[in-house]
């Protein structure tokens, strides 16, 4: 019955694992979580507010939630999955927990535990499955369908999306919002994905871009398209600037220069009043215009709109949908870009470094030189993104660039599966999305990201898309002939 | 051997300190073209230093390292992927240092990064898709394949390198090595670890591409069977010195070599050499 | 001349905590090669966990300062140990082995959880922690120029040094020490010399966190305000400090601490309060560009 290459743990063993578990556990909440501080009045300072029955609560389900994995473990699979179902119900049951957050938390722990508990399980049937002649081809093609029609399927759901009966204002602005997610994701897929560099300053380069637009925007007048190709090229040199001299450094420094750079980048902003206008941010950043007419009700002066240029009724949403074909295709010449880039002999050597700096040195290949050309082909792209979301938002301020939209952004791309560009499409409609269709849950967003990046690394450390498929053939694949 | 050749590369006087360590203490010799130069040694005696000097890891302490390609290239005053890049000096490593992740034929077009850089006009062309750099990429595969004939490995090129058996990545590696198109190959063990049938095919690659490919070559190794078959040359190394020179079978029957592998074992420490453990890892 | 040495004695406070907190950094980095991002968000929860002991003290009565300050300080380092421990446990341990990035994305993951956690747990806004210890005395007077020295200075001084005394001692003299040179030395080795290398790992991280501990309840008794951000910058700054006296030293740790307060605070004195975070990063960047074996460093050999 049971896998005997599994660890036996006798009962008392798993409880005694069970009891410690809880007892971290509780020595971790006892003070953080069991005294809240308020404020009271302004004398005064603080005073507690008691949370020890939310405590208690938690670490009976990390009692049980520990029983529950060293039983899956053991691969004693049903009383696994009894738990985790109990757990389930419990949380999702309408009885009084101190906290509604409580809920969540003990039903998530349900399922994570019946995840871990149908794991191995689904896992052999998959590998089972796999190995019989027709389970080889249902392979194959699965993989292919995930690389090449998923793909594709996605693109032509992207184009189609604000003509369905779904794209209202809201569904609108959240697809603009994970478009600009997903190339932004792409744009640091490069960076982090390909050639192995850890860049957590990546919102610099975006503040960079979304500067360059809003000052050459309501300073010179110049349009969003005249911009555009500008602000990359500005990223790219503020990426070349900082990059040359901390490339060479291993790679743990360069994720802690970049942390840096992306602070300094905000302080600069925030302090240099002249020319950034400071905290305040700079406001009536002029948006796209479509071959020179504005998405308005009126024109300014000696201009036309669109709606004139068409002969359309002015509606608000036509400015969303134009919004939205912009990041479309600004993301697609960047998953493009990235495509032929991983084909030619630079994109191979961004990998090369990634796997094995020493053997590309001993190759001949310049590491420094090499990383640089990721470095700014990441920042270009953050760059584009950035003046996009200027003259979308048509205001900016420095709270738009810290260090936790650094952070989402390689949540995308970690989640997604380093190196994978149908992985990070995934997880920025997982990650951006999800948090918007719950809002209940947006206080949780950045806690719930922390955790799922340690969780992947731990369990799944390629990501949800893990397949990388060479970026060329010898023998090319017998069943599609497309590609 | 071709005696009246110039040397290819030029060893004179090389030494190399870590803090107090000598590592290397006073080594000259040289490499010929068209020929294998075993050098040999008990462990930690300093040759994979020696090699770490020549293909630019380590700054030499002290030391000349000349080596003759289209011009005179002075090793010790070169940046490390410089050395690869136009002295054409290239390496493989005592650890397997493949790319895994990449594919088998993906690992031979990254060996030929700069030819392919140049070609594609550092990615302007190549963006583009223009023929000339079409018409490279095709040769650099064409290279590539003749290299995976030679290895036989031509099944698994579209395979990841890093799921390859151990042999054939010890293959493959010296494959990557040589589609640099270098002038000196240096490797480093490349028979540890290699079953006796494997061992013998390495031997028959060895001997074609000095033959073949008429490059030199220098070679780090235990194996005393390969050493005996197939260098032209070989220097041995004790302690961070020269102790002996000379060809295979004259080395072999030299007292101080003798003394330096076998002594150890028979007698214990016979002689006054300081007791160096520092052999780089 | 007056203003100078009340900026430097200012100076040397801050440099013993940002001290404290860096050789967490060095520790963790001597014995497996990481960074953790995550040692500053241990010196934020020991902050919060000052703040809330101090608290508790005040309620059960405890009126001397000395006794609350003891017992607040060892409340925290053993309570902010635990984290140490759990976060080595649960996101670098199992990670022991996996690809380059991935204990380096962990710790991110760690750094932006525990963030968020302790904000949502206690709040975003500022806790004010109140006065503990008051008064100082004058040092002397210079045209017209009082230089004070206050108490707490004098307390955050001596405590840094003693517990740096006892942390010397403890590398240098006892086992736990020797085991954890071991360690650094070559980890494969030491396990095969019967060195129970997880457990020097653990033990490691709970010695760093104990000690970012004692740099929160410092910094929460100097500047009496905390928030849930504190660690961000405060880690950024300890860990340029670890870089610039050399990583893996631990006297360099200290070094640079006491350097990058003197910068910090000289920058705000004489040139812009609103540019000293720039000039710490300005400095870390420096640094790893011209002398990444920091000043006392040991060069490191490329392992071919």
């Known amino acids: 019955m049971r896998d005997p290459r599994l660890p036996n743990m006798p009962g008392t063993s798993m409880l005694k694992d069970a009891a410690l578990t809880a007892l971290v556990a509780a020595a971790l909440g006892i003070f953080i979580v069991g005294f809240r501080t308020v404020d009271v009045g302004s004398r005064t300072g603080l005073a507690f507010d008691y949370h020890f029955a939310d405590l208690g609560v938690a670490i009976v389900v990390i009692f049980l939630g520990r029983l529950g994995l060293s039983l899956a473990a053991m691969g004693l699979r049903w009383p696994a999955i009894a738990l985790g179902v109990a757990m389930i119900a419990a949380g999702a049951s309408p009885m009084k927990l101190p906290s509604g957050f409580l809920h969540w938390f003990v039903a998530l722990g349900g399922v994570l535990l019946v995840i871990r508990a149908v794991w191995p399980w689904a896992d052999q049937a998959i590998h089972a499955a796999a190995r019989t002649p027709t389970g080889r081809v249902v392979d194959k093609i699965g993989t292919e369908w995930v690389g090449r029609g998923l793909g594709w399927v996605l693109l032509g759901l992207a184009v189609v999306m604000p003509f369905t009966p779904f794209a209202d204002q809201k569904t609108m602005d959240l697809g603009v919002l994970i478009l600009t997610y997903v190339m932004l994701g792409w744009g640091l897929n490069i960076v982090v994905g390909l050639a192995g560099l850890l860049d957590l300053g990546y919102v610099a380069f975006y503040a960079v871009g979304a500067y360059a637009y809003a000052l050459l925007s309501t300073q010179h007048g110049l349009g969003f398209w005249a911009v555009l190709p500008l602000a990359g090229m500005f990223a790219a040199t503020f990426g070349i600037l900082l990059g040359f001299p901390v490339l060479r450094l291993r790679g743990d420094y360069l994720a802690i220069v970049t942390l840096g750079f992306g602070e300094i980048i905000r302080l600069v902003i925030i302090n240099w009043y002249d020319f950034t206008n400071g905290p305040a941010g700079i406001g009536s950043i002029p948006g796209p215009t479509l071959f020179g007419a504005v998405f308005a009700e009126t024109a300014p002066a000696g201009g036309q709109t669109v709606s004139e240029m068409l002969g359309i009724p002015f509606h608000g949403i036509h400015r969303l949908i134009f919004l939205y074909y912009i990041i479309l295709l600004l993301a697609l010449v960047t998953n493009i870009f990235t495509q032929r880039m991983r084909r030619l002999p630079v994109g191979r050597a961004w990998e090369a470094l990634r796997e094995d700096e020493t053997a590309c040195k001993a190759l001949g290949i310049n590491p420094t030189n090499t990383k640089l050309t990721a470095f700014a082909v990441g920042a270009m792209f953050a760059g584009f993104a950035g003046s996009f979301f200027a003259a979308k938002q048509r205001f900016i301020s420095p709270e738009s660039f810290t260090f936790i939209e650094s952070a989402i952004i390689l949540s995308i791309v970690v989640l997604g599966g380093m190196g994978s560009q149908i992985g990070v499409v995934l997880a920025a409609v997982l990650l951006i999305g999800l948090p918007e269709w719950f809002r209940e849950l947006g206080n949780y967003r950045m806690l719930a990201f922390g955790l799922a990046m340690v969780l992947i690394m731990v369990y799944r450390p390629r990501g949800l898309i893990g397949h990388r498929e060479p970026s060329i053939r010898l023998h090319p694949v017998a069943s599609g002939g497309s590609g | 051997m071709n005696g009246q050749a110039a040397p290819l590369i030029e060893v004179e006087h090389l030494t190399m300190r870590f803090g107090g360590l000598v590592a290397i203490d006073d080594v000259s010799f040289i490499g010929l073209p068209h020929a294998i130069t075993a050098i040999i040694g008990p462990n930690g005696a300093g040759k994979t230093t020696v090699f770490n000097c020549i293909t630019g890891f380590y700054k030499p302490t002290v030391g000349r390292l000349l080596m003759r390609g289209d011009r005179e290239y002075l090793l010790e005053r070169m940046l490390g992927h410089e050395i690869g890049q136009r002295a054409r000096v290239a390496r493989t490593f005592q650890n397997i240092r493949l790319f895994p992740a990449m594919s088998v034929l993906e690992n031979l077009l990254v060996a030929q990064h700069n030819k392919l850089m140049v070609a594609s006009g550092y990615s302007v062309f190549g963006l583009l898709g223009l023929r000339r750099y079409r018409d490279s990429e095709a040769a650099a595969i064409a290279l590539a394949r003749s290299w995976l004939e030679r290895i036989d490995l031509v099944a698994a090129a579209d395979r990841p390198a890093g799921q390859l058996p151990y042999g054939a990545q010890r293959r493959l590696e010296i494959a990557r090595a040589m589609c640099t198109e270098p002038r000196l190959l240096c490797l480093d063990e490349p028979a540890a670890g290699l079953n006796p049938r494997e061992s013998s095919e390495l031997n028959q690659l060895l001997v074609s591409i000095r033959d073949r490919d008429g490059i030199g070559v220098l070679l780090i190794e235990h194996d005393m069977s390969v050493v005996m078959n197939i260098s032209d040359h070989v220097v041995v190394l004790d302690y961070g010195r020269k102790i002996a020179e000379g060809a295979p079978a004259a080395v072999q029957r030299d007292p101080a070599v003798i003394r330096a592998y076998l002594g150890t074992d028979d007698t214990g420490p016979s002689d006054s050499s300081p007791p160096l453990g520092g052999e780089a890892r | 001349m007056a203003y100078f040495t009340q900026q430097l004695i200012n100076a040397i406070t801050l440099g013993a905590i940002y001290g404290l907190i860096a050789i967490g950094y060095t520790m963790v980095y001597g014995i497996i090669g990481m960074i953790n991002f995550a040692h500053g968000e241990v010196f934020m929860i020991g902050a919060f966990i000052s703040l809330i002991g101090f608290m508790i003290c005040s309620m059960l ?59 949502l747990v206690q709040g975003a806004r500022p806790k004010p922690g109140g006065q503990i210890v008051s008064g100082g005395f004058n040092l002397f007077s210079l045209d017209g120029f009082d230089v004070r020295v206050s108490w707490l200075q004098i307390i955050i001084v001596l405590v840094t040094i003693v517990l740096m005394g006892g942390f010397t001692w403890l590398i240098a003299r006892t086992s736990l020490g020797r085991r954890q040179r071991a360690c650094e030395q070559d980890m494969k080795m030491a396990a095969l010399l019967g060195v129970d290398v997880d457990r020097t790992i653990s033990l490691t991280f709970v010695l760093g966190a104990a000690l970012a501990a004692v740099a929160g309840t410092l910094f929460l008794m100097y500047y009496g305000v905390i928030d849930f951000f504190i660690g961000f910058l405060a880690g950024i700054k300890a860990f340029t400090a670890a870089v610039l006296g050399g990583i893996g030293s631990l006297p360099g740790a200290m070094l640079g601490g006491l350097l990058i307060g003197v910068i910090e605070v000289f920058w705000a004195a004489y040139f812009s309060s609103e540019y000293k975070d720039v000039a710490a990063f300005g400095i870390l960047v420096l640094v790893l560009i011209f002398r990444p074996t920091g000043l006392l460093g040991k060069p490191e050999i490329e392992k071919v």
């Open chain 3, 61 to 119: 009565g405890i009126g001397s300062a000395p006794v609350a300050i003891v017992l607040v300080l060892l409340i925290a380092m053993a309570f902010s140990s635990v984290y140490g421990w759990a976060v080595e446990r649960a996101a670098y341990r199992p990670l022991r082995g996996s690809f380059r990035l991935a204990p380096l994305i962990s710790a991110i993951g760690v750094s932006i959880a525990l963030q968020n956690y302790v904000q």
